[in-house]
């Protein structure tokens, strides 16, 4: 399984960006997806996550209202709608998925095998 994430770059605070997770070599919708960030200095966090097939989601309190992840199963794609941008979203993306045989959120790191390269965003003030 390979996971390419695209979609970042600079933007001024109250913009949007959409980011997108490609999944190749398994059908994205037998698999858990989460998009996390990490900033300088801070830990990998978890701010959207889609479950397995009916996709229900999850997002960190912070990005709640601003952020919507989705899933287009035809393309295989995962993607982070990000509106209402702050500075303090400035990070590095990262999108992993993890395979699950039942309908379950995956908010831990630790939990998840396949992981893509980052993608910067960076909001400027």
């Known amino acids: 399984v390979q996971l390419q994430a695209s979609g970042g770059g600079l933007v001024q605070a109250g913009g949007s960006l959409r980011l997108s997770c490609t999944v190749s070599g398994r059908t994205v919708s037998n698999y858990a997806v989460g998009w996390f960030r990490q900033a300088p200095g801070q830990e990998r966090e978890c701010v959207a996550a889609?479950?397995?097939?009916?996709?229900?989601?999850y997002y960190t309190d912070s990005v709640k209202g601003r952020f919507t992840i989705s899933r287009d199963i035809a393309k295989n794609t995962v993607y982070l709608q990000m509106n209402s941008l702050k500075p303090e979203d400035t990070a590095i993306y990262y999108c992993?998925?993890?395979?699950?045989?039942?309908?379950?959120?995956?908010?831990?790191?630790?939990?998840?095998?396949?992981w893509g390269q980052g993608t910067q965003v960076t909001v400027s003030s």
């Open positions: 889609i479950s397995r097939s009916v996709g229900i989601t």
């Open positions: 992993a998925a993890d395979y699950r045989r039942r309908v379950e959120l995956v908010t831990n790191i630790a939990e998840y095998d396949y």
